[in-house]
């Protein structure tokens, strides 16, 4: 799939599919079924709009395109979002982008969509241009839920991550630059890999998780835990630690990706760090169950 900004786009006949797209979720897929190119806006329109409740992410930018890729997109247009762009009249977005500048012959959007200034454009605005066709896609409906970014990231950082992965359609994953911690994994039997939380995404519940992680090109299982690592005074904030099943090595430095399964218990304080131990064997071999490893 190709990647281009606005100002690199050749205008051409296009079937666009257009909307911000965090998680690329089951409604967003809906809406991107037969477009040849996506539009989306980096960054997200509310943490410009108003900065006080943008939220937290469930993709980056990275991981959105390549999950685009994934269903056979041929194109990615990202369009820069700032507060000028945020206050360009509707027509001036359909005018100057969708068809001047991208040659729209459809256009693919959700119904809850809104586009310029004011969020005063819509799908009947979209429907009266008569120079492309416009399909306006129903939201998506699973379990009688309505399927949206907002709910998906409540059951991310709830803990939810199993019915999170049936709305996405894939699993939640966090990428990070394996950091140092206390060494005390080591100590304690159950060496980790830790990556310092991204603020921009949305974080699971803190609590242990059977978990992949991909090294190096290579998937290997692995129980995680999010959190404040409340058995012992560090001085440090949040944390993902994830240890990994047969496997013997370091990565600092590199950046990992884990994949999140299921959660297994919340994170806790134990009566004595024996306790602790113990609980943590448990913990593993619950994950190697969960993983089949």
């Known amino acids: 799939m190709k990647i281009v900004s606005l100002t690199d786009a050749e205008p051409r006949a296009r079937r666009l599919a257009v909307g911000v797209f965090d998680g690329v979720h089951l409604g967003h897929r809906a809406v991107i079924a037969d477009s040849d190119c996506v539009v989306t806006f980096n960054p997200h329109p509310r943490t410009v709009v108003s900065p006080s409740t943008g939220p937290r992410l469930l993709t980056t930018l990275e991981r959105k395109a390549e999950l685009i890729a994934a269903l056979g997109v041929d194109e990615l247009v990202v369009i820069p979002f700032d507060q000028h762009f945020a206050e ?4 001036s977005f359909v005018e100057d982008v969708l068809v001047g500048a991208l040659g729209a012959t459809e256009v693919a ?7 310029g200034q004011s969020a005063g454009g819509d799908a009947e605005l979209l429907a009266s241009d008569g120079r492309f066709e416009t399909r306006t896609v129903p939201l998506t409906e699973h379990d009688g839920e309505v399927v949206s970014s907002a709910h998906i990231r409540e059951l991310v950082a709830g803990g939810a991550i199993e019915y999170a ?3 996405l359609g894939d699993r939640f994953v966090i990428d990070g630059e394996v950091v140092h911690g206390d060494k005390r994994g080591r100590e304690l039997g159950f060496p980790t890999l830790n990556l310092v939380p991204n603020p921009d995404l949305v974080l699971p519940a803190h609590g242990i998780y059977a ?3 991909r090294v190096r090109g290579e998937w ?6 999010i959190g404040v690592r409340p058995q012992f005074k560090t001085g440090r904030g949040e944390l993902i630690e ?11 430095g590199e950046i990992v990706r884990i994949e999140f399964i299921k959660r297994l218990r919340g994170e806790k304080r ?7 131990v113990q609980q943590m ?13």
């Open 211 to 213: 978990c992949r992680v």
């Open 109 to 115: 959007i959700g119904e809850n969509f809104r586009f």
């Open 88 to 91: 360009q009249p509707p027509g």
């Open 281 to 293: 064997g448990v913990d593993v071999q619950d994950a190697r169950d969960i993983l089949g490893c």
């Open 165 to 167: 992965t049936e709305l």
């Open 220 to 225: 290997i299982g692995a129980a995680a835990n």
């Open 270 to 276: 134990f009566e004595s760090v024996d306790v602790l």
């Open 242 to 252: 994830a240890f990994l099943m047969d496997w013997d090595g370091d990565a600092y």
